[in-house]
C-alpha cells in the first residue's frame, strides 16, 4: 500500500471575483486586498491529475476509516485534494468523518421515495459536520504558530455548532479559543460544549449577524485568527462530505443532495467536492443540490425565488437555530454552485420542521431541527413531483438531534405556538400491575 503521494500538490487562495494574485493558506487573510470579496481556495488539478481518477479513488478507499495517521479520518484521507501543504504532525484530528450513510426505508416509503438516504453527519466528535472544516482550520493555525506567525487565539461567532466544534479542536491543538454567541439563543449543550472544553465564551446580546460584525473586527485589528466560514479555509474540510458520499456508493452520484443552509458555506463546499471530482475524472455526472431553508430565515429562497436577486433580511427566530442567519457570507458562492448544480431552494415553516423531524424520528431516526428542515423540503418536492420516485436522495443530516432536547420536548410537550400531530409522552403510573395491564392494553389496541 502506497500511503503517502509525493508529487508537489499545491493549494492557494484566490479572489472568487478573479483577481489576480494568489495568497498562501499559511497567510491570516480572509477577504481580497484588491476587491474586499471572499476567497478561495483553488488547487493546483495539474499536479493532481498525476494519478488517474481510479487510482485516487483506490488511494482514498485504502485510506478509509483505518489507522495510519492521518489518513483514517475521512477529511485527511483525501488530505491531497483539502490541503497538501499542512505537515502531518500538525494536523489536529479526532476521526473526522466515515459517518453512517443508511438507507432510510420505512421514511422513504412513507413520502414515496424508494431511494431515500440518511447521511448522518451528526455523529461525529462534536455532533455537528462543522468537524469536518474545523479540524482543517485548526491544523493550518497550529502550522501556522509553529512557524511564528503572531496569532492570540482562534475565534467565532457562531450559533452553536461552530462554536463547539472550534473549542474541542483548539483544545486538542493547545490553543485558545474565542467564541461569540448570541446570548440565549443556542442550546444548552451547544452552550456547554464550548464551556467543557475551556474556550473563552462571550454572550453577547445580539443575533448572530450582531456577533458575526463584531468577531470579524477582532480579527482584523486584534490578531485573532477567524474561524468563520467567511474563512474559506473550513470549506475545504466541508467539501469531503460530497466526495465521502459518492464514494460510499462506490463511487457513484446520487440524482439528489438536499442540505440545510444558513450561511450557505456548506453548500458551497459541498459544489466543490463534485466540481474536483468532475475535474479530476472520478465522476461523469451532477447531482441536483436543494438546499433547505427556514421560512423565518429564507434570504435564499427569496432569491431563488427572484431570479437569483438577493436581499439580506432580519432572521426571525427558528427553531433550526444553526440556520437562523439573515446575511449569509457565502450568498455569492452558494447562488453560483446552484446555478451549476440545477439548484432548488424550498423552505419549511415551524410546524412542518418539527413535524418532519417527529415522523421521522418514528421511523427510528433521531432529527436535529435543520435535518428536520431538509426532511420538509423533500416532502413537499416529492409531492410536487419536483423529485421522482425512484430517484436516489440524499438528505445531508448536519447535527445529531441529542444536542436539541428543548426541540425535542417542546415538541412533545406542545409548547409555545407548536401543534404536534405526533407528540409522546410519559405514561405517569403508580406501582401497580394492574394499572400497567391497563396501560399496555391501550397501547397495542387491546382493551
Ligand atoms: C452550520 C450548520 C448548518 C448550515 O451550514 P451553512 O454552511 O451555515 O449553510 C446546518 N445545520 C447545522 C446543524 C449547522 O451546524
Ligand atoms: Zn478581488
Same mark, same amino acid.
Given at each position: 500500500?502506497?500511503?503517502?503521494?509525493?508529487?508537489?500538490?499545491?493549494?492557494?487562495?484566490?479572489?472568487?471575483?478573479?483577481?489576480?494574485?494568489?495568497?498562501?493558506? %499559511?497567510?491570516?487573510?480572509?477577504?481580497?486586498?484588491?476587491?474586499?470579496?471572499?476567497?478561495?481556495?483553488?488547487?493546483?488539478?495539474?499536479?493532481?491529475?498525476?494519478?488517474?481518477?481510479?487510482?485516487?479513488?483506490?488511494?482514498?478507499?485504502?485510506?478509509?476509516?483505518?489507522?495510519?495517521?492521518?489518513?483514517?479520518?475521512?477529511?485527511?484521507?483525501?488530505?491531497?485534494?483539502?490541503?497538501?501543504?499542512?505537515?502531518?504532525?500538525?494536523?489536529?484530528?479526532?476521526?473526522?468523518? *466515515?459517518?453512517? %450513510?443508511?438507507?432510510?426505508?420505512?421514511?422513504?416509503?412513507? @413520502? *414515496?421515495?424508494? !431511494?431515500? =438516504?440518511?447521511?448522518?453527519?451528526?455523529?461525529?466528535?462534536?455532533?455537528?459536520?462543522?468537524? @469536518? *472544516?474545523?479540524?482543517?482550520?485548526?491544523? @493550518?493555525?497550529?502550522?501556522?504558530?509553529? $512557524? *511564528?506567525?503572531?496569532?492570540?487565539?482562534?475565534?467565532?461567532?457562531?450559533?452553536?455548532?461552530?462554536?463547539?466544534?472550534?473549542?474541542?479542536?483548539? +483544545?486538542?491543538?493547545?490553543?485558545?479559543?474565542?467564541?461569540?454567541?448570541?446570548?440565549?439563543?443556542?442550546?444548552?449543550?451547544?452552550?456547554?460544549? /464550548?464551556?467543557?472544553?475551556?474556550?473563552?465564551?462571550?454572550?453577547?446580546?445580539?443575533?448572530?449577524?450582531?456577533?458575526?460584525?463584531?468577531?470579524?473586527?477582532?480579527?482584523?485589528?486584534?490578531?485573532?485568527?477567524?474561524?468563520?466560514?467567511?474563512?474559506?479555509?473550513?470549506?475545504?474540510?466541508?467539501?469531503?462530505?460530497?466526495?465521502?458520499?459518492? $464514494?460510499?456508493?462506490? =463511487?457513484? &452520484? /446520487?440524482?439528489?443532495?438536499?442540505? /440545510?443552509?444558513?450561511?450557505?458555506?456548506?453548500?458551497?463546499?459541498?459544489? #466543490?467536492?463534485?466540481?474536483?471530482?468532475?475535474?479530476?475524472?472520478?465522476?461523469?455526472?451532477?447531482?441536483?443540490?436543494?438546499?433547505?431553508?427556514?421560512? #423565518?430565515?429564507?434570504?435564499?429562497?427569496?432569491?431563488?425565488?427572484?431570479?437569483?436577486?438577493?436581499?439580506?433580511?432580519?432572521?426571525?427566530?427558528?427553531?433550526?437555530? #444553526?440556520?437562523?442567519?439573515?446575511?449569509?457570507?457565502?450568498?455569492?458562492?452558494?447562488?453560483?454552485? @446552484?446555478?451549476?448544480?440545477?439548484?432548488?431552494?424550498?423552505?419549511?415553516?415551524?410546524?412542518?420542521?418539527?413535524? +418532519?423531524?417527529?415522523?421521522?424520528?418514528?421511523?427510528?431516526?433521531?432529527?436535529?431541527?435543520?435535518?428536520?428542515?431538509?426532511?420538509? &423540503?423533500? #416532502?413537499?418536492?416529492?409531492?410536487?413531483?419536483?423529485?421522482?420516485?425512484?430517484?436516489?436522495?440524499?438528505?445531508?443530516?448536519?447535527?445529531?438531534?441529542?444536542?436539541?432536547?428543548?426541540?425535542?420536548?417542546?415538541?412533545?410537550?406542545?409548547?409555545?405556538?407548536?401543534?404536534?400531530?405526533?407528540?409522546?409522552? /410519559?405514561?405517569?403510573?403508580? !406501582?401497580?400491575?394492574?394499572?400497567?395491564?391497563?396501560?399496555?392494553?391501550?397501547?397495542?389496541?387491546?382493551?
Amino acid at each position: 500500500m502506497t500511503m503517502t503521494t509525493t508529487a508537489p500538490y499545491r493549494a492557494v487562495l484566490r479572489c472568487i471575483q478573479g483577481c489576480t494574485g494568489a495568497h498562501s493558506l %499559511l497567510e491570516p487573510i480572509y477577504r481580497c486586498p484588491n476587491c474586499g470579496d471572499l476567497l478561495e481556495v483553488s488547487h493546483d488539478l495539474d499536479a493532481l491529475r498525476d494519478r488517474s481518477a481510479g487510482s485516487w479513488m483506490r488511494l482514498f478507499d485504502e485510506r478509509y476509516k483505518r489507522t495510519t495517521w492521518p489518513y483514517g479520518s475521512s477529511v485527511w484521507g483525501k488530505k491531497e485534494w483539502v490541503c497538501p501543504g499542512v505537515d502531518a504532525d500538525n494536523i489536529v484530528s479526532m476521526d473526522e468523518g *466515515g459517518t453512517n %450513510l443508511f438507507w432510510a426505508e420505512r421514511f422513504g416509503r412513507e @413520502l *414515496g421515495v424508494s !431511494d431515500l =438516504w440518511v447521511k448522518l453527519c451528526g455523529n461525529s466528535h462534536t455532533g455537528s459536520f462543522k468537524d @469536518l *472544516g474545523m479540524t482543517v482550520l485548526v491544523s @493550518l493555525v497550529r502550522q501556522m504558530m509553529r $512557524q *511564528g506567525v503572531a496569532i492570540r487565539a482562534v475565534a467565532c461567532a457562531s450559533t452553536g455548532d461552530t462554536s463547539a466544534s472550534l473549542a474541542a479542536y483548539a +483544545a486538542a491543538g493547545g490553543i485558545p479559543a474565542i467564541v461569540i454567541l448570541p446570548r440565549g439563543k443556542v442550546s444548552t449543550a451547544q452552550l456547554v460544549q /464550548p464551556l467543557s472544553n475551556g474556550a473563552t465564551v462571550l454572550a453577547l446580546d445580539t443575533d448572530f449577524d450582531g456577533c458575526m460584525a463584531i468577531v470579524k473586527r477582532l480579527s482584523t485589528e486584534e490578531g485573532i485568527y477567524l474561524a468563520n466560514s467567511m474563512n474559506s479555509i473550513r470549506l475545504e474540510g466541508q467539501k469531503t462530505v460530497g466526495i465521502e458520499i459518492v $464514494q460510499q456508493f462506490d =463511487w457513484e &452520484v /446520487p440524482d439528489v443532495i438536499i442540505i /440545510p443552509g444558513g450561511n450557505l458555506g456548506n453548500v458551497s463546499a459541498l459544489g #466543490a467536492g463534485f466540481d474536483m471530482m468532475e475535474a479530476l475524472g472520478v465522476t461523469a455526472r451532477r447531482p441536483r443540490i436543494v438546499v433547505a431553508q427556514a421560512a #423565518a430565515a429564507n434570504p435564499l429562497y427569496r432569491a431563488y425565488r427572484n431570479d437569483w436577486r438577493f436581499e439580506p433580511i432580519k432572521a426571525a427566530t427558528t427553531q433550526a437555530s #444553526a440556520i437562523q442567519i439573515g446575511n449569509p457570507v457565502s450568498i455569492e458562492k452558494a447562488i453560483r454552485t @446552484l446555478r451549476r448544480y440545477d439548484g432548488i431552494v424550498e423552505q419549511a415553516t415551524e410546524d412542518e420542521l418539527a413535524d +418532519a423531524s417527529a415522523r421521522a424520528d418514528r421511523t427510528g431516526m433521531y432529527n436535529c431541527p435543520h435535518t428536520g428542515v431538509a426532511l420538509a &423540503v423533500l #416532502a413537499k418536492l416529492r409531492a410536487r413531483g419536483e423529485i421522482a420516485s425512484t430517484e436516489r436522495v440524499v438528505v445531508i443530516s448536519t447535527a445529531n438531534g441529542l444536542k436539541f432536547t428543548d426541540f425535542k420536548l417542546d415538541y412533545h410537550r406542545a409548547a409555545a405556538d407548536l401543534r404536534p400531530r405526533l407528540a409522546n409522552l /410519559p405514561v405517569e403510573l403508580p !406501582d401497580d400491575y394492574d394499572s400497567v395491564l391497563r396501560a399496555v392494553a391501550r397501547a397495542t389496541g387491546s382493551s
